[in-house]
């Protein structure tokens, strides 16, 4: 049961903070500044120049990028692997806080699961832009192989973004019809449309309950299998450095890592932008620091067993892929990636006094960038050290490949501020039920071994200050 | 039904490439510039490439082309099911059906599947000049060598006219033909008496990289001291 299905439903009735709490957080949905004009403009118009390179891709073959033989890889699919990994923002993260009845969650999850189904979409996309022939794509379903790991991909993806789209829209209900009573035209026609029919029922309020709380367990599996079934594209093969045991859960560490920053990236920027200060509080960013820690520890743990067995077992073939990544031709992208991921994320987060909202900020924009260097450094190296003893080359990603990568992250950011003005990023919903679930000031703090003691934070502590 | 092979005996083989430019021809694979080969764009179903080490005396070249595997890895990670084996035991490449994803390719530890990054041209000259038993290809999908598929194709019909089964010596690839000094023996593995299956069995014989378990049906033979 989750914590607000304790909660009775004349509670919410109509709270008069609720009033309030609802019109701070619908405003951003219902105005467009200037700033979100300018944009809105520049990011369009990185988008119109990918565009551009596609078209440029489609006339002229993929002899546009700069792959070849043996690296037949690149760009793309690195790209691919990194925005899988970062869905696992959402959806995981969110559903794992809900399961555990983490309260301070709930200024945070809609933010999280927007990510997951938004660059889910990019992670898909990113494998077409790869492809040889995209008209063809369909043959993976009118001629499948299952066989291919890639078919695993495609059946695990598609059953996430089906999961995960339901998991961001049946907690949106109750506030698409706040918006359906405050909006005429078309918004009204659009709310009326999604809201079906509701009316903060009680029963409604117990389905509603109900069916999160049942999302919120089955998706977890989901999002566990899509990154492992993305590592196994690899692993399954027997090409040095890819065929390796430990791929699947290396690459769910990896994905659940490069999520948690990518929520803290957002949220930090979001809180900025349309001044939810009240909202997202520093034990929020203290929180998920904390989170974070925990993943680049596990992270440089997977790291160091991974590369230590290659070593240590010095088989040529792998040896001259894992050489190539510690002191050859990919050492710059290896090492600013330990850094990346591990030494500047490490340092910032283990100390108290520097994990605060800037410290989080400046940790998670790194791991970022070091996730990606990660994604590159199991992509590309592998492929270009051989066990066949043919020509390689230096890959160098052409423009077309740079200029679509920009045009993925413009065309997210893109629709992510859409998202922002059609709902509201915070559940308004669910801060209101935290409100109601709050013990009085008076009383202590969440038993020290409930479930709620998990974030070591008191139930409702935001509501309060709210008041 | 026969199990297809191909023996190159590298004592006989002189590096000359004859087998390079044969297959070129034969089965209209568009020519390369230094510049693109060195790019990673060479087109190629077969090419020489430097080996060093226990597979052989001493370093030198080894025609390096689709090793027709019995348990091919780029089989079993085609999504679309556009690379096969056939039951005569030769690795198959449907084009229409190539998506062009390059799993197979990343899969191949041979690295012997190549891939169209542009649309094949050719000089004009040399366009007349195009095998018409072997379709072109076209930009966006992955090729290899067939064993002269085509070929085999043919040698079946004429079988089947004169009502008999297919056999040894029914039909050669082009590399094989071509190679003028002899290095190169095609044919049944399956038939105990044919010259390729008795070559299969020498002490001398190899198969490139048979330690990865991928069994492959182009066998080489050592170099003797």
New interface residues.
């Given amino acids: 049961m989750t914590p607000a299905a304790a909660v009775d439903g004349d509670h919410r009735r109509a709270p008069a903070h609720a009033t309030d709490a609802a019109d701070a957080l619908l405003a951003p949905v219902l105005t467009v500044g200037s700033g979100f004009r300018r944009w809105t403009v520049a990011l369009a118009a990185v988008v119109a120049w990918a565009a551009f390179a596609y078209a440029w891709q489609l006339t002229?073959?993929?002899?546009a990028t700069g792959?070849?033989?043996?690296?037949?890889?690149g760009l793309y699919i690195t790209n691919f692997v990194f925005f899988i990994g970062v869905s696992h923002a959402g959806t995981l993260i969110s559903a794992i806080l809900r399961i555990v009845h983490a309260e301070w969650r709930r200024p945070i999850t809609r933010m999280a699961e927007v990510i997951t189904v938004l660059v889910l979409f990019f992670g898909v996309g990113n494998?077409l832009l790869?492809?040889?022939?995209?008209d063809?794509?369909l043959?993976?379903l009118?001629?499948?192989?299952f066989?291919?790991?890639?078919?695993w991909d495609?059946s695990s993806i598609s059953i996430y973004l089906t999961a995960s789209s339901l998991y961001l829209y049946l907690p949106l209900i109750p506030d698409i019809a706040l918006l359906r009573d405050r909006t005429t035209g078309w918004r009204h026609v659009l709310y009326r449309r999604l809201a079906i029919g509701w009316t903060g029922a009680p029963d409604q309020w117990r389905r509603l309950e109900r069916a999160i709380g049942a999302m919120a367990i089955i998706v977890i599996p989901i999002a566990v299998s899509v990154h492992t079934v993305v590592s196994w594209?690899f692993a399954?093969?027997?090409?040095p450095m890819w065929h390796s045991t430990i791929f699947g859960p290396y690459f769910v560490v990896g994905a659940i890592f490069s999520g948690i920053a990518a929520i803290i990236t957002a949220m930090v920027i979001v809180r900025k932008v349309y001044g939810l200060e009240r909202y997202l509080q520093p034990i929020h960013f203290n929180n998920l620091g904390i989170l974070l820690l925990v993943m680049t520890c596990l992270w440089f743990y997977f790291t160091f067993a991974e590369h230590l067995t290659t070593w240590y077992g010095q088989e040529p073939i792998e040896l001259s892929v894992f050489m190539a990544k510690v002191s050859g031709r990919f050492a710059p992208f290896f090492w600013a990636m330990v850094a990346f991921c591990f030494v500047i994320p490490f340092a910032i987060l283990a100390n108290p006094r520097t994990r605060t909202i800037a410290g989080t900020f400046v940790a998670s924009i790194s791991v970022n960038i070091g996730m990606w260097l990660e994604r590159f450094t199991i992509v590309v190296p592998s492929?270009s050290n051989?066990?066949?003893?043919?020509?390689?080359?230096v890959?160098v990603p052409s423009w077309v490949e740079w200029s679509l990568m920009a045009g993925c992250f413009a065309a997210f950011a893109l629709l992510y501020m859409g998202f922002t003005k059609l709902f509201p990023i915070i559940a308004i919903w669910e801060l209101d039920s935290a409100a109601d679930a709050a013990p009085e000031p008076a009383h202590p703090p969440a038993p020290p071994f409930g479930p709620g003691a998990g974030g070591a934070f008191p139930h409702g502590r935001l509501a309060r200050e709210e008041r | 039904m026969p199990r297809w092979g191909l023996v190159i005996d590298l004592d006989r083989c002189t590096g000359c490439q004859a087998c390079v430019v044969a297959c070129k021809h034969e089965n209209n694979v568009p020519l390369s510039t230094p510049a693109a080969a060195a790019a990673g764009r060479l087109m190629t179903w077969i090419q020489l490439v430097s080996v060093e080490g226990p597979a052989r005396g001493r370093p030198g070249a080894m025609p390096l082309m689709c090793q027709q595997c019995d348990r091919p890895p780029c089989v079993d990670v085609c999504p679309t099911g556009a690379t096969y084996l056939n039951p005569e035991g030769i690795v198959g490449q449907i084009y229409a059906r190539c998506i062009g994803c390059r799993y197979c390719t990343n899969a191949c530890p041979y690295a012997v599947k190549v891939f169209n990054w542009s649309t094949p041209a050719w000089p004009e000259s040399m366009v007349p000049m195009a095998n018409p038993d072997v379709s072109l290809r076209p930009k966006g999908i992955v090729e290899k060598c067939t064993f002269c598929h085509h070929r085999l194709i043919a040698a079946r019909e004429r079988a089947r006219a004169a009502g008999r089964e297919l056999a040894d010596g029914d039909y050669v690839p082009a590399c094989a033909q071509t190679c003028p000094a002899d290095a190169m023996v095609f044919g049944d593995l399956d038939d105990p008496h044919s010259e390729a299956a008795a070559l299969a069995r020498s002490p001398r014989a190899f198969r490139w990289m048979e330690e990865l378990g991928t069994r492959p049906k182009v066998i080489y033979l050592r170099e003797g001291e």
């Fill in positions: 002229q073959g993929l002899g792959l070849g033989r043996p690296v037949y890889w494998v790869d492809l040889g022939r995209p063809r794509a043959n993976v009118w001629h499948p192989h066989a291919s790991p890639l078919l495609i594209v399954m093969t027997i090409q492929l051989p066990r066949a003893p043919i020509h390689t080359f890959y």
